[in-house]
């Protein structure tokens, strides 16, 4: 099994709390939650009234009104119209941030089907020009192999984007296979994960757009394997114990991009570090590190070249999903979570983004990444290593004209073979 520095050998999913928390609320609760928000507004303009013609039959022509009269005519049906026509506008503008939908989600992980959405995005304070939109709202899970979960939570910024506060909480089971090594390499061992996590992260402003502050990580897990199994593959020690996780940690973020959907320019930059420790309650010790850098050129109107360097790192005694896990976070696409699993991996990709006529459009991205195993010879980890290649392309459909949500849809081809996958949102 490729599985590095676990007292046995399987895997599956980037760690249940950890990963699953960060990435179904971020992506679902701030992603998804915009995606519906092109609705234009209907503000209708007040009818233009006529004066009437004196008639010619008449033998004495009324007297026409004062200046004062007249101005009073004139302006009482203009302020009662424009009076109404704000009213009409305040609702619009309360019912643009309500989105309610079901999003498509087909994963190579955990199947095909729903992720229904109820949310809500608007502005903290209306004076605020600088933050971006907050966001709160609902999710569910639900896929063909017995899938289920839901996560609620917010993303909020305030004071002119001086604090950001993130919370969330997400509760479900997910089933998934991991696989053998070598000859056995496509031998999988189906595992049903259920659990639940909190996470909560506060960041502030310090200088040139960059942000830090604290984060905690709490929750448990019990892992089961499916009655109907026969494989042959290891069951690997935490299956039938229940775990208790908790961390304390930091996130660092610069972040210059002017549309987080969908950038055209700056970059982006993060760093978080996750301590679980038995002081605090977990079961397990182990340290996680993730960091990422990209960066957007905007090559004309409607041409975007993106690019995406990221690494993971595990320290300690982590159970087994607790590692590092390649395809989760969309490192490079290509392969299914699971495959590749080890203490530490890195990739880099390149991605070229078209925007065609009515709301579609293409991209087509390629790139290295790699898995290297722990221990404590380089030489040895170095040799044990797997660099893997993958390139494909996919299509996108505009869901959000106002901030630019795409819903994707990407075929990728990794060394084991191809990919599909559909989310909301790029990849990154």
Excluded at 336 to 350: C, M, S, V
Aim: aromatic share 10%; proline share 6%.
């Amino acid at each position: 099994m490729r599985i590095e520095n676990c007292n046995s050998g399987v895997c599956e999913t980037k760690r249940w709390l950890s990963s699953w928390t960060s990435s179904v609320i971020s992506t679902l609760l701030v992603a998804g939650l915009s995606m519906l928000l092109n609705a234009p507004a209907i503000a209708q303009e007040p009818e233009k009234v006529e004066p009437t013609a004196a008639g010619s039959g008449q033998e004495i022509a009324p007297r026409p009104p004062k200046a004062a009269d007249r101005s009073e005519q004139n302006t009482a049906p203009a302020e009662t119209m424009t009076q109404a026509e704000e009213k009409g506008e305040k609702k619009l503008s309360k019912l643009d941030g309500l989105v309610v939908a079901p999003l498509p989600i087909s994963s190579p992980a955990i199947g095909s089907g729903l992720v229904p959405v109820l949310g809500y995005i608007f502005p903290l304070s209306a004076n605020d020009k600088v933050s971006p939109p907050s966001t709160v709202g609902v999710a569910g899970l639900i896929t063909n192999n017995g899938s289920r979960g839901f996560a609620v939570g917010g993303q909020l910024f305030l004071k002119e984007n001086t604090y950001q506060i993130t919370s969330g909480f997400i509760r479900g089971n997910i089933n998934y296979d991991i696989y053998g090594n070598g000859m056995a390499s496509n031998i999988k061992l189906p595992l049903e994960q259920t659990g639940e996590a909190f996470l909560g992260e506060f960041l502030r402003r310090i200088g040139w757009k960059v942000f830090a502050g604290p984060r905690f990580l709490t929750g448990r897990s019990f892992i089961t394997v499916a009655p109907s199994s026969h494989s042959t593959v290891p069951i690997p020690p935490e299956v039938g114990v229940h775990t208790n996780l908790t961390a304390i940690g930091a996130r660092l973020t610069r972040d210059t991009r002017p549309n987080h959907f969908y950038p055209i320019s700056g970059t982006f930059f993060t760093f978080t570090s996750d301590f679980f420790s038995q002081t605090l309650g977990s079961l397990y010790s182990f340290q996680s590190y993730r960091t990422a850098f990209d960066k957007f050129w905007s090559l004309s109107q409607n041409q975007v070249i993106a690019y995406d360097a990221n690494f993971c790192g595990t320290a300690g005694k982590p159970p087994f999903y607790g590692n590092c896990i390649y395809g989760t976070n969309n490192e490079l696409r290509g392969y299914t979570a699971g495959r590749y699993f080890t203490r530490y991996t890195l990739a880099t990709q390149l991605e070229y983004r078209l925007v065609l006529p009515w709301r579609f459009g293409l991209v087509a991205f390629g790139g290295l990444g790699g898995v290297i195993p722990g221990g404590s010879q380089l030489s040895q980890r170095v040799q044990d290593s797997h660099f893997l290649p993958g390139g494909g392309g996919g299509l996108r459909f505009q869901l959000s004209t106002k901030y630019h949500v795409n819903l994707r849809a990407d075929i990728a081809q990794g060394v084991d073979g191809h990919t599909f996958a559909m989310g909301v949102g790029e990849a990154f």
